[in-house]
T-cell receptor, first 116, second 113 residues
Framework: AQSVTQLDSQVPVFEEAPVELRCNYS??????LFWYVQYPNQGLQLLLK??????LVKGINGFEAEFNKSQTSFHLRKPSVHISDTAEYFC??????????????FGQGTTLQVKP | NAGVMQNPRHLVRRRGQEARLRCSPM?????VYWYRQLPEEGLKFMVY????????ESGMPKERFSAEFPKEGPSILRIQQVVRGDSAAYFC???????????FGPGTRLTVL
């Protein structure tokens, strides 16, 4: 069975500092990888996704993530955060296999708190 | 192009009542997924539907929960005889195919008194 672990439940950081949100997954098959952001009382918005190809993926709002197959990780990074980046961030995987229904398996989420 | 619509946004029910949550997918999307987010937890997959068919309901509780996606109209997630433990945010997502990006609605926050 697949699982996703987000290693930090909360990450406090000062404005304009760099940030890394960690995500590890376990799966016996190849997967697609996603990062979503959830602002308070809103739905999820896709930040970026890895399907294949280059392991460095660039997304919206200046975020990027790197797929590391040997470490089964997909960490999210931003070189300089803004107050408006304060939100909950979710890492998710989806099975690439022939029986794939596209359902997403989510991590527990990481709350990014950007302080002035 | 309107996004995924969910209504109501907030729903309050007393124990034992029924809750009906609606999801209208994005135009051109025929695949719908339902997820539940319990307090302080991540989202958990519940069910995946295509028009008139349930494809994967492996995440649905065995009792009281059902889902449908009729040929016409929105997808409905129905919870009968609600209990306090059903209090959660329920999100629906739609996509044009099972291998495509899922676009999420704003969610329905169900509170059971």
């Amino acid at each position: 069975a697949q699982s996703v672990t987000q290693l930090d439940s909360q990450v406090p950081v000062f404005e304009e500092a760099p940030v890394e949100l960690r995500c590890n997954y376990s799966s016996s098959v190849s997967v697609y990888l996603f990062w979503y952001v959830q602002y308070p009382n809103q739905g999820l918005q896709l930040l970026l996704k890895y399907l294949s190809g280059s392991t460095l993926v660039k997304g919206i709002n200046g975020f990027e993530a790197e797929f590391n197959k040997s470490q089964t990780s997909f960490h999210l990074r931003k070189p300089s955060v803004h107050i408006s980046d304060t939100a909950e961030y979710f890492c998710a995987v989806s099975d690439q296999g022939s029986g794939n229904t596209g359902k997403l398996i989510f991590g527990q989420g990481t709350t990014l708190q950007v302080k002035p | 192009n309107a996004g995924v619509m969910q209504n109501p946004r907030h729903l309050v029910r007393r124990r034992g009542q029924e809750a009906r949550l609606r999801c209208s997918p994005m135009k051109g999307h025929s695949h719908v997924y339902w997820y539940r987010q319990l307090p302080e937890e991540g989202l958990k997959f519940m069910v995946y539907l295509q028009k008139e068919n349930i494809i994967d309901e492996s995440g649905m509780p065995k009792e009281r929960f059902s889902a449908e996606f009729p040929k016409e109209g929105p997808s409905i997630l129905r919870i009968q005889q609600v209990v306090r433990g059903d209090s959660a945010a329920y999100f629906c997502a739609s996509s044009p195919s099972h291998a495509d990006t899922q676009y999420f609605g704003p969610g329905t926050r169900l509170t059971v008194l």
